[in-house]
């Protein structure tokens, strides 16, 4: 009897996207946007590991025009 397919026991609604630590906002929030991430400079990788600050995209999301 299942009326609904979800695999993902404890996904919390309302959060799409998993943000990375160094995310100020989830991707999409008016008034941020996506910049270089200062800790690994874009590559993604810090010393042959994913980087803890994006999360291994090479971008976090920042507040933008002096929010
Ligand atoms: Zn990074």
Request: glycine share 24%; aromatic share 0%.
């Amino acid at each position: 009897m299942a009326t609904s397919s979800s695999d993902k026991p404890n996904a919390p609604t309302g959060t799409p996207k998993p943000m990375a630590p160094g995310d100020q906002a989830p991707e999409g929030t008016p008034g941020t946007g996506e910049d270089v991430c200062p800790r690994c400079g874009g590559s993604g990788r810090i010393g042959g590991s994913a980087c803890p600050e994006c999360g291994g995209r090479g971008k976090i999301v920042k507040g933008i025009g002096g929010a």
